[in-house]
Every structure is written in C-alpha cells, then in structure tokens.
C-alpha cells in the first residue's frame, strides 16, 4: 500500500528540510510520497520543496490563485497517488515519528486513524490553561453540536490518516479549516481510531491561524450542522416547545376556570400535559428517523430532559441574580440555556 503524505504550507522554509528528512527516516520501508501543497509563499517555500524533491519523493503543487489551510489539505487528496492518506503541519508540532504508527491502525482495520492530544497519553506542550480551555470547550461544543463526532476526543487535530476511500468522491467545503471535523461528518467511514500524541512547540516561523479562529469554527460548526439537518431539527424542537406553551397555558386556564380547581394543582397537571404533547410532536416529526429506544425509554428520558432543565433555567436564574444581573434578563439567559439542555439530552440520550 502506498502512503501519501499531505503537507499545507505557507512561510514553512525553515521547518521544509527537518520534516522531509525526519519523515523519510521514519517511513523507511514504506512505499510513499510528500505531496507539498504550498500557497506560493513569499519565503519561497515551493522553490525549496522542489529542490527537496530531487533527493526525496515529493511532489510539489504551488497554488498561485487559492488560500486556505482546507483547500490545500483537498487539493493534496486530489493529487495524492496512494492509498493512505496522511495529514499533517509543516512545523513539526506533528512528530513524523508518529506517522507509522498511524498507517498501521489503518492496516489494522481503522478508516480513520487520528493523532489525538486528548486520549489518554496525549498533551499538548507549553499551552496555559486558559488555551486549553477554550481548545477542550471548542471541541465540547463540537461534540454535543453533531452526533456524529461525540466520541471522537480530538476532531480538530491536523494530524491524521485515512484510506483514501473515505474522502474519494466526496465533496469536502473547503471554507472552515477543520477539515478532519469536514472528513468525520462527510466522509465515508466506518472505524475510527485515535492514537496519542504530545502536540509539541513550532519549530520555526510563526502559527497562521489567528484572531479570527473561534468566529471560524461557529461558522464551520454551524454549517456542519446544517448539511447534517441538526439546525432542521433544533427549528422543529423550538416549534414543539411553542406548542407546548399554548397547550400547558390552555390546560391551566380550562383547570382553574372551568373546572374550578387548585391553581397549584392545575399547573403540575398542565405542565405534565405540555410535556406529553411535546414527546408526541418531537418523537413523530423531530426526531421520528431516530427511534431506537423502546418508546416508555424514551418518555423516561424525555421527562428527565425536562426536569434537568428545569433545574438549570432555576440554577442559572439564581446564579445570575447573585452577581446583580437584571432578573428579566437573568431569566431569559436561563430559559434559553434550558432549552440547548434539553436539546442535547434529547437529541443524544432520548433519541441518541
Ligand atoms: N497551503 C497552505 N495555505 N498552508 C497553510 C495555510 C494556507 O493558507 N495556513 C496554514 N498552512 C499550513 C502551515 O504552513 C502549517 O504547515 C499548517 O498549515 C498548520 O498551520 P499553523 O499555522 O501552524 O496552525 P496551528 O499550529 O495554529 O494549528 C494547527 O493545530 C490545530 C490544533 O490545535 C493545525 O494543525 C490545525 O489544523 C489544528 O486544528
Ligand atoms: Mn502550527
């Protein structure tokens, strides 16, 4: 099997020699090329890859019209030869030390084989806390946002290989520059494997991901989520809760007016009357391609969804009025947290 190795570049020149000769070491044995995709970087760094490329086998595609971590990771697939596919930086944040032990969880069954910082034995080198935080929260908010990447632990990472089926003839967005996370929703795959690694410290030049990437992967993630119909059924479950508010509004009313009976009373009732309408309308339309649970699991759960955020909408109400947030205000941040952990529940354990 022939290994393609996929390296984007842009400024790299100084990193181009150590990565070409360290991964040549390392995948001695190996039928393989470099496939340098580079952006027609000032530094030059395609002129020198070419001239790597009378030693080593490399194949150097400099792009004068297009930019974009993404798209050149695409182009790469398109110009690759092999059979395996790997992914990874120039700037030796990605030990090629590792890159053999990727190909063989690919030789052994995986799809997918992700270099991964948060299994155990992975790290990321020299970050502050504060990094890793919004790297875990990003990656958090990712999973809980589509199913389909929940248990993968580090769908961002640049450091990855895959059979080259998974991505032949699939039409990948090259706009976010996740594109593991474009692979892991759209391509064709079954097992999925990650391995750990220590994301180490650039070598030289600096990182081109800047400012603007948390705007990025929301944009990213949210399209993600509209090409998996998640953004159809978050519109659907919040035309479901509408209905239950007339539904329990309307029960209430009926129960004290007509009936005459006890207000508090009337109000369990009628809560418990909007949450079986709400089951109804999202197990027969929101989430009706989803029934994989037996249906008493699934009203379990569905009413656990409902008291966990009850509990949150009241926790965050009082939490926020300890800090002196208007209570209107504090209120609605707390009803509109309830309703993204309703969501998730339902979404990942009712129907999950
Ligand atoms: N061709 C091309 N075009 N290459 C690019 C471009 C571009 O516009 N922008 C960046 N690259 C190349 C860099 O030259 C480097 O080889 C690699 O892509 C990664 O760029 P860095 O600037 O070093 O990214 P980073 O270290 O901030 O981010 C890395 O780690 C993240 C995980 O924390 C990347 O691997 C990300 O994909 C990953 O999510
Ligand atoms: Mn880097």
């Known amino acids: 099997m022939k290994i393609s190795v996929i390296i984007p570049t842009y400024n790299e020149r100084e990193n181009l020699p150590e990565i070409v ?9 190996y039928e ?88 155990p034995g992975g790290a990321v080198k020299n970050w502050y806390w504060y990094r890793r935080l919004i790297s875990k929260g990003a990656i958090m908010i990712g999973r809980v946002a589509l199913p389909k990447i929940r248990n993968v632990r580090d769908p961002v990472s640049g450091f990855f290989a895959l059979r080259r089926e998974v ?26 494997q990650e391995v750990p690694f220590t994301f180490g410290l650039r070598k030289a030049g600096e990182s081109k991901l800047g400012s603007r990437t948390i705007i990025n992967y929301l944009r990213h993630l949210y399209r993600l989520m509209k090409w998996e119909g998640e953004i159809d059924r978050l519109l659907k479950f919040s035309l479901v809760g509408l209905s239950g508010i007339i539904v329990n509004e309307g029960f209430l009313w009926a129960f004290v007016r007509f009936l005459g009976w006890d207000k508090v009373l009337s109000n369990i009732l009628a809560t418990e009357l909007a949450i079986l309408n709400n089951f109804t309308w999202n197990d027969l339309w929101t989430f ?17 969804a409902a008291l966990s955020g009850a509990i949150v909408q009241w926790a965050v109400y009082v939490a926020l009025l300890a800090v002196g947030v208007h209570y209107l205000l504090a209120n609605l941040v707390g009803i ?6 309703r969501f998730a529940v339902n979404r990942h354990v009712t129907w999950g």
């Open 288 to 304: 009706r391609d989803l029934k994989r649970k037996p249906i008493l699991q699934r009203l379990a759960s569905f009413h656990l």
């Open 167 to 192: 991505v032949e003839g699939v039409e990948l967005n090259p706009v976010g520059f996740k594109i593991l996370m474009e692979i892991l929703v759209k391509g064709r795959y079954n097992k999925v």
């Open 336 to 341: 509109a947290i309830s309703f993204i952990v």
């Open 32 to 119: 393989y090329e470099i496939v340098v995709v580079d952006d027609d970087s000032p530094d030059r760094t395609w002129e020198l890859a070419q001239k790597l490329g009378e030693k080593y086998p490399i194949k150097v595609i400099r792009r004068t019209k297009e930019r974009g971590l993404s798209s050149a990771v695409i182009r790469g697939f398109q110009e690759a030869s092999g059979d395996i596919f790997v992914v990874m930086d120039a700037d030796l944040q990605h030990p090629p030390e590792k890159v053999p032990e990727l190909i063989e969880a690919i030789k052994n069954g995986a799809d997918i084989a992700i270099a991964s910082r948060y299994v």
């Open 21 to 29: 000769e360290r991964l040549s070491r390392a995948l001695q044995g």
